[in-house]
C-alpha cells in the first residue's frame, strides 16, 4: 500500500524559503507534499538586485528566482499573497489570512483582503522563513504621501514612479542597504541626500578611515552624504513634503523620503503560536525551534545567540536544515558563519571580512592607503590568522584573503603578500589542501571540486579554458590567482596564456597584427589566411572567426568558403537541440502590421511550425522548422532575415516613444527603424543588440543594451554603450549627448566600427568597453583623439552598403546541397563541433 507524503509547510517565499525548499528537493524529491505561503503575490526573487531594478538597469521579471511556473513544475502549492498568521500545533495546522493587494507584505498589521476566507494547511513539518522587515528609525510623520521603505518589488515601482513628480531626494540609512537606494534614485533625474545617524557609511563593513573615502568617492558622484544626522520629523505643506528636521536643530529640504536603516526579524507568527523568541526565533544547531516539528531559516532566526542578514549563511543554514529534515546527514550542524563580502558599492569596489578594528593587544595591524585613487586596505592579524580585512577601491586580493578567513589558515610572513600578492609570483594560499566544498569563484557558486573536474576530466589547463566551462573567474576576476594554483597543482602547469591572446588559436597572431598581415598580403579568404599565416596548417576551431574577421575587413569583396562558417551562417536560421532550425524575421523597431502578422501566421500553418514565441527583442521567432522547409519559407514570408543566428547586429527594440505615451520626450520608434534599417546585418566580434528609449523610464532596456540611445529633456538624446542584462548585468556607459537622429546613427556607427576592429573575437561589447575604458573610447570616438574618425565613418558605410539580404540565396543557394537535410547525427555533430 502507497504511504502519503508528508506534508511540509513553509511559512515564507523569500530566497532563504525558496532556497530550503530547493535543498530539500535535491535529497529527496516526493518525499514530501509541500506547501508555501508566501505574503507577496510572486514567485521568489533575488531581493540584493532591486537597486537594479529601481535604477531600471534590469526589470522585476529579470530578478526572479522562481517564478510562479517553478512551482507547479516541482508539485509545490503556493499560496502567493496570503500571509501564515498562526501554527495551530494542536491541531498540526498553518493559519493563512490573504492581503489586500496594496498591503505592505511585511508589515505587522498588513492589511486583510476583505471578506477573504482564512487559509488552513494541515502539516507534519514546517519550516518558518519570513525573513526580516525594514527598520524605520523613531520620526513624527512616516507613514504619509512621499515616504518609502525599500525591501521588495512594489517598494521599487512606488519610488520610481513618485520620483517623477520629485526634484529632490533623502535616503536615511548609510549602511549598504541606503547606498543602494540611493543608486537607484539617482537614475530619476533627482539630487539624492543620504542620511546616515553614525560617524560614518557602512559603519558595520568599513573603518572611520574607509567610511570616510567612501563618502568622498560618493560625493564626487553628485550625491550629498550627512553623517551623525537623526531625523525627528518629516514636515509637510499642502499634503507633500516640504523638509526634515533633524535632532540638532538642522533642516533638510526634500521632496520625498526612502527609509533603508538596516532590517528587523519577523517572528511574529512564532511568538503567537508559543514558540521561543527572543530577538528573532530562538533555534538550535539543526536549526529546531522549541518545537521539534518546526525549524526556522534565515534572517528570522536567532542562532547561538546570533542574527545573520547576509546571504552565504542563510545558504549554510538551508543546507543543514535539508540535510536533517530528509535525513540525508540526520546529525547534521550549523556551528555558525564567519562573516565575509565582496560586493560593489555604488560602482566602488569592497570586499570586507571579519573585525574592522583590533579588538587585542597583541593584534597587528597593517594598513596601505592611497586617498588619490580612493584605495584602502587593512589587515588584522591575530595569532598568525586573518581576523579581519577591508580592501576598498583595489580588491586584486580579495578572494585570496576571504578563503584564508574562512579556512582560519596561518598567513605568510610577509604580511603585504596578502595585500598586495607575493613580489616573487609564488602562491600565498595553497588551494591544494582546501576541501571540495570550498567556494572558489563567490560570483558565481563555483567550488574547489567543479574546477578540479574542469582540469582533470575535461582538461582545461588555462584560466580562461577553465572560466568557459564553470564560469569561476568570469565576475569579477578576484579568483583567478585561485583558479590558477589549481590549474598547477592538478595539471603541472598552466598553458602559456599568449596562445589566449590569440584573435583565433591556429594563426599566431593578435588581432592587430593579423588584421595588418591580411591587409598587406590580400588575404580575402580562409584558405588563404592559413596558407600564408599558418604555414598551411588548418585548424577548424579557427574558421568561424577568420571568416567573420574577414568579412568585417572586406565587405563586398570577401571570398565566402562557407565550410569555414558555423552551420547558422551557413543557412541562415539557428539549429536548435532536434537538429532544426529557428526563423526570426526582421520587424523593424518592432512595429509590425495586421498585414505581416497574418502572412507569418499563414506561413506558421503552412509548413506546420510547433512554437511561434515573441523574443525579448520585439520580434517573433518561428521554432521546429526542417532544413529544407528554410527556403521555401522565405519565400513566403517575404520578410528579410532577422539576423538571430549569427555574431551581428540584431535588432533594436524600441517604446512607444513619442507617439502615444505621455512620458515621451523623443521619437524612439522612428529611431529604431533607421538604425535597423541601416546596421542590419553589420557583422562583429559578438552579437549587438540595441534599444532606443523615448524617454529616461528605460522601458526598452537601452541602458543595458550593446548599445542604447535614450531622449531626454531638449530634444537631445543620450548614447550608451557596453551595456548587459543576460548573465553578465552592467548599466552601459554614457558616450555622449546627441542633438539629433543622424548624430546618433552617426556615432552608433563609428563606435560599431572601432569595436569591430579592436574587438576580440567572442568578446561581448560590454567587456570591450570595460576592458578600454569608457574615457579611452569617448576621446577616440568622439573626440577624434587618434584622427580616424572619418576613416571610421567611412568604414562602416562600407559595410553598410555592401548589405545583402541572406535569405535571398532562396532564390539561388550559395553552395550545391545548402539546404538538404542531412542526417540528424550529422547535424548535431556538425553544431558540436562549431561550439
Not at 24 to 51: C, D, H, Q, V, W
Not at 434 to 461: F, S
Not at 547 to 565: C, I, M, N, Q, V
Not at 679 to 700: D, V, W, Y
Amino acid at each position: 500500500m502507497k504511504m502519503d507524503r508528508e506534508k511540509l509547510v513553509v511559512v515564507g517565499n523569500g530566497m532563504a524559503g525558496a532556497r530550503v525548499v530547493e535543498e530539500i528537493l535535491k535529497r529527496a524529491p516526493g518525499r514530501f507534499a509541500i506547501t508555501m505561503f508566501g505574503a507577496e503575490p510572486y514567485g521568489n526573487y533575488n531581493r540584493i538586485l532591486l537597486s537594479n531594478v529601481l535604477n531600471g538597469s534590469q526589470s522585476a521579471a529579470e530578478i526572479f528566482m522562481n517564478p510562479l511556473a517553478w512551482y507547479a513544475e516541482n508539485g509545490i502549492k503556493l499560496h502567493a499573497g496570503v500571509k501564515a498568521t498562526l501554527i495551530d500545533r494542536q491541531r498540526k495546522v498553518v493559519v493563512g489570512a490573504p492581503l489586500k493587494k496594496e498591503a505592505l507584505a511585511y508589515a505587522v498589521d498588513a492589511a486583510k483582503a476583505p471578506d477573504a476566507a482564512p487559509v488552513e494547511e494541515p502539516y507534519d513539518y514546517v519550516i518558518i522563513a519570513t525573513g526580516s522587515r525594514p527598520f524605520v528609525p523613531p520620526m513624527e510623520g512616516f507613514g504619509g504621501p512621499g515616504t518609502f521603505l525599500f525591501r521588495t518589488i512594489d517598494d521599487c515601482d512606488q519610488i520610481a514612479e513618485y520620483a517623477k513628480t520629485c526634484k529632490e531626494a533623502a535616503v536615511i540609512g548609510g549602511g549598504l542597504l541606503g547606498l543602494e537606494a540611493a543608486r537607484g534614485l539617482m537614475t530619476h533625474g533627482v539630487e539624492v541626500t543620504i542620511l546616515e545617524a553614525a560617524p560614518q557609511l557602512m559603519i558595520a563593513q568599513l573603518d572611520p578611515e574607509a567610511g570616510q573615502m567612501l563618502r568622498d568617492t560618493i560625493e564626487d558622484m553628485g550625491i550629498q552624504v550627512l553623517c551623525e544626522k537623526i531625523t525627528t520629523k518629516i514636515v509637510r505643506e499642502d499634503g507633500r513634503i516640504k523638509r526634515l528636521d533633524f535632532k540638532d536643530g538642522s533642516t533638510l529640504a526634500t521632496d520625498m523620503v526612502v527609509v533603508s536603516a538596516g532590517i528587523r526579524p519577523i517572528a511574529e507568527i512564532a511568538s503567537v503560536s508559543g514558540l521561543a523568541v527572543n530577538k528573532a526565533i530562538v533555534c538550535d544547531d539543526q536549526m529546531r525551534t522549541s518545537d521539534r516539528s518546526i525549524f526556522a531559516v534565515g534572517e528570522c532566526v536567532e542562532h547561538r545567540g546570533k542574527i545573520y542578514g547576509l546571504v552565504d549563511p542563510i545558504w549554510e543554514q538551508a543546507k543543514v536544515l535539508a540535510d536533517v529534515l530528509t535525513g540525508f546527514d540526520p546529525k547534521a550542524e550549523y556551528l555558525g558563519s564567519k562573516l565575509g563580502t565582496k560586493l560593489k558599492v555604488m560602482g566602488v569596489e569592497l570586499a570586507s571580512m571579519g573585525d574592522t578594528k583590533p579588538s587585542l593587544p597583541d593584534d597587528e595591524v597593517v594598513v596601505y592607503r592611497e586617498p588619490s585613487r580612493g584605495v584602502y586596505k587593512k589587515l588584522i592579524v591575530r595569532e598568525n590568522k586573518i581576523a579581519g580585512a577591508i580592501l576598498l577601491g583595489e580588491t586584486d586580493t580579495a578572494g585570496v584573503l576571504m578563503q584564508m578567513f574562512m579556512a582560519n589558515a596561518a598567513v605568510s610572513a610577509r604580511r603585504a603578500d596578502l595585500l598586495f600578492g607575493s613580489a616573487t609570483g609564488a602562491p600565498v594560499l595553497s588551494v591544494f589542501d582546501l576541501p571540495d566544498h570550498a567556494q572558489i569563484c563567490n560570483c558565481n557558486g563555483v567550488t574547489k571540486g567543479a574546477i578540479k573536474e574542469a582540469i582533470t576530466i575535461g582538461k582545461c589547463h588555462s584560466v580562461a579554458k577553465v572560466g568557459g566551462c564553470t564560469k569561476a573567474g568570469l565576475g569579477c576576476g578576484s579568483c583567478k590567482s585561485l583558479i590558477a594554483q589549481l590549474i598547477e597543482a592538478y595539471a603541472g602547469e598552466v598553458v602559456d596564456d599568449a596562445s589566449e591572446h590569440y584573435y583565433v588559436p591556429g594563426v599566431a597572431l593578435e588581432k592587430s597584427q593579423l588584421v595588418a598581415e591580411i591587409k598587406r598580403l590580400g588575404l580575402k579568404s580562409v584558405s588563404a589566411v592559413f596558407r600564408e599565416l599558418a604555414g598551411g596548417k588548418e585548424d577548424p576551431a579557427s574558421k568561424v572567426g577568420l571568416a567573420s574577421l574577414l568579412k568585417t575587413l572586406w565587405p563586398g569583396e570577401y571570398d565566402d568558403e562557407r565550410d569555414a562558417r558555423f552551420i547558422n551562417d551557413r543557412v541562415h536560421a539557428n539549429i536548435q537541440k532536434d537538429g532544426t532550425f529557428s526563423v526570426v524575421p526582421r520587424i523593424y523597431g518592432g512595429v509590425t502590421s495586421p498585414a505581416e502578422l497574418r502572412r507569418i501566421a499563414e506561413v506558421a500553418e503552412k509548413y506546420n511550425v510547433p512554437m511561434v514565441k515573441f523574443t525579448g527583442g520585439q520580434r517573433l521567432d518561428l521554432l521546429g522548422v526542417k532544413k529544407d522547409d528554410l527556403p521555401k519559407m522565405w519565400k513566403d514570408l517575404g520578410i528579410p532575415s532577422g539576423h538571430a543566428y549569427t555574431k551581428s547586429f540584431r535588432t533594436c527594440k524600441s517604446c512607444v516613444g513619442t507617439d502615444f505615451c505621455r512620458y515621451g520626450l523623443g521619437d524612439s520608434i522612428k529611431l529604431a527603424q533607421e538604425i535597423e534599417h541601416r546596421f542590419q546585418g553589420i557583422e562583429s566580434p559578438h552579437k549587438m543588440k540595441l534599444a532606443t528609449a523615448g524617454c529616461p523610464r528605460n522601458c526598452s532596456e537601452a541602458y543595458v543594451k550593446d548599445l542604447g540611445a535614450v531622449a531626454i529633456e531638449g530634444g537631445l538624446w543620450e548614447i550608451y554603450i557596453g551595456g548587459a542584462a543576460g548573465g553578465t548585468i552592467r548599466k552601459g556607459d554614457l558616450l555622449c549627448t546627441v542633438k539629433s537622429h543622424d548624430e546618433v546613427l552617426k556615432l552608433m556607427g563609428r563606435f560599431m566600427q572601432y569595436y569591430r576592429e579592436h574587438g576580440k573575437y567572442l568578446e561581448r561589447t560590454y567587456h570591450f568597453v570595460e576592458r578600454l575604458g569608457i574615457e579611452t573610447i569617448r576621446m577616440i570616438v568622439v573626440e577624434d583623439s587618434e584622427g580616424i574618425a572619418a576613416r571610421l565613418d567611412a568604414a562602416i558605410q562600407q559595410a553598410v552598403d555592401a548589405y545583402k539580404d541572406p535569405w535571398q540565396e532562396a532564390e539561388v543557394p550559395a553552395y550545391p546541397g545548402q539546404f538538404s537535410a542531412p542526417e540528424l547525427a550529422q547535424v548535431l555533430e556538425v553544431a558540436e563541433n562549431n561550439g
